[in-house]
């Protein structure tokens, strides 16, 4: 069983471009939820997916979108970008929307110059 | 709504010592709560979790927590540090209200440092 993956690595993007982030969810798990967390911040909940619907969203703008596809990974797209948006991009996927555990990724770190 | 403090921004402690980092929560509904902790370039790894059963909590590698709820605290504890727990470490809540989809709310985190 592998756990959840997140792709790429890192990234460097310029102000105002576009970027697209990546996540498998671990085996058998239908839900995925996006969180963006800055340096020396705890992570803030941007959206989460399930069945490949957008089940709610947090605190954030239009700019940031997603998608889940038939085998329930995901994208999360953001538009626009800004300096501010330069963060550690985490991924988690659980069993089913509801209270069950999230199982997170490792994240992908983007810098916005 | 729902929120976390997190008490501490820093705890230093020396190894063998005990462990004592403090979280209070705000909640309009009856919440779950975790621990959860990040170690340099890893992922967040859940260390244990508050669903409304028992209020003392076992998690791993030693850790427990326990619910108060008069005190809206979720303090996470451990007898004996060991070098290995040093790390950040994050008080999470998610509300029980069911509504919307179910985003945890973490705290700022707090840095267990462990000295030799």
């Known amino acids: 069983e592998t756990g959840v993956t997140q792709s790429p690595t890192h990234l460097i993007k310029t102000r105002g471009q576009q970027v697209t982030l990546r996540c498998s969810s671990q085996?058998?798990?239908?839900?995925v939820s996006w969180y963006q967390q800055a340096l020396g911040q705890g992570p803030q909940f941007i959206f989460q997916?399930?069945?490949?619907?957008?089940?709610g969203r947090g605190n954030f703008p239009p700019r940031f979108s997603g998608l889940q596809f038939p085998n329930y990974s995901s994208e999360l797209n953001v538009n626009a970008l800004e300096l501010d948006d330069s963060a550690l991009y985490l991924c988690?996927?659980?069993?089913?929307?509801?209270?069950?555990?999230?199982?997170f990724g490792p994240g992908t770190r983007l810098t916005v110059t | 709504a729902q929120s976390v403090t997190q008490l501490d921004s820093h705890v230093s402690v020396s190894e063998g010592t005990p462990v004592l980092l403090r979280c209070n929560y705000s909640?309009?509904?009856?919440?779950?709560l975790f621990w959860y902790v990040q170690h340099p370039n890893k992922g967040l790894q859940l260390l244990l979790k508050?669903?409304?059963?028992?209020?003392l909590v076992k998690g791993i590698n030693g850790f427990e927590a326990e619910f108060k709820k008069s005190e809206t605290s979720f303090h996470l504890t451990k007898p004996s540090a060991h070098m290995s727990d040093a790390a950040e470490y994050f008080c999470?809540?998610?509300?029980?209200?069911?509504?919307?989809?179910?985003?945890?709310?973490f705290g700022k985190g707090t840095h267990l440092i462990i000295q030799p």
């Open positions: 909640s309009s509904y009856s919440p779950s």
């Open positions: 997916y399930y069945r490949e619907e957008e089940n």
């Open positions: 999470v809540v998610r509300d029980g209200s069911g509504g919307g989809a179910d985003g945890l709310t």
């Open positions: 085996s058998g798990h239908n839900t």
């Open positions: 508050y669903t409304s059963a028992a209020t």
């Open positions: 988690a996927s659980s069993l089913s929307a509801g209270l069950y555990e999230q199982y």
